[in-house]
């Protein structure tokens, strides 16, 4: 049971660095400016939804996506470490990873869903848990990175105000800096496996 939990948790903490929902709370309350908070809450839903969808899915048919493309995991951790090393670093540096321009309301969720939320280093991640843990572990761990990701966003104009621009980009750099070593690791595990 202790080792249940313990995984559980490792896997939740994996997914939400890995998520980030606070690097997409100052471009999601910049992309629902000015409508009403029944429309932000949509967004919020649409946002967590899209990345849901795709979670759920690669963690559900990972094996059987692979065997249809012709892939092996390994060639997909280096990819996707490499990428989410990419992401990580940009993060950190506060390097543009691609804002949409489109800034109306229907658009506000799916960007934020994915690519931000729900792009190849999630993909990689929720992959490498069902690698490891089975279906059980990552399925929890994904609910709940989804709840906590809905919940930061459906409150992110007041996170917004009360942590100010300063603070929302500091932790954008400290989460991009775990998002990288974690992609290290995933590199790491790739190479190996390859050898």
Known sequence: MT??????????????IILDPLLSVPIFAAMTHGQTPKEVHKQAFIAV???????????LFNTMIFEILGLNLPSFQIAGGILLFLLGMQETLGIDIGKCKDH??????????????????????????????????????????????WIILYYAAYI?????????????????????????KIIFAGVMAML
């Open 3 to 16: 080792d249940f939990i313990a995984s559980t948790l490792y896997s939740f903490a994996a997914l939400f």
């Open 160 to 184: 917004q105000r009360i942590l100010g621009d300063v603070i929302t980009d500091i932790m954008g750099k400290v989460l991009g800096m775990l998002v990288a070593a974690i992609a290290v």
């Open 104 to 149: 109306s309301a229907t658009a506000a969720g799916v960007v934020i869903g994915t690519p931000l939320l729900c792009g190849p280093g999630t993909i990689t991640t929720v992959m490498l848990l069902s690698k490891e843990y089975g279906l059980l572990i990552p399925f929890i761990a994904t609910t709940l990175s989804l709840v906590a990701t």
């Open 49 to 59: 939804a899209v990345a849901g969808v795709l979670m759920y899915l690669f963690l």
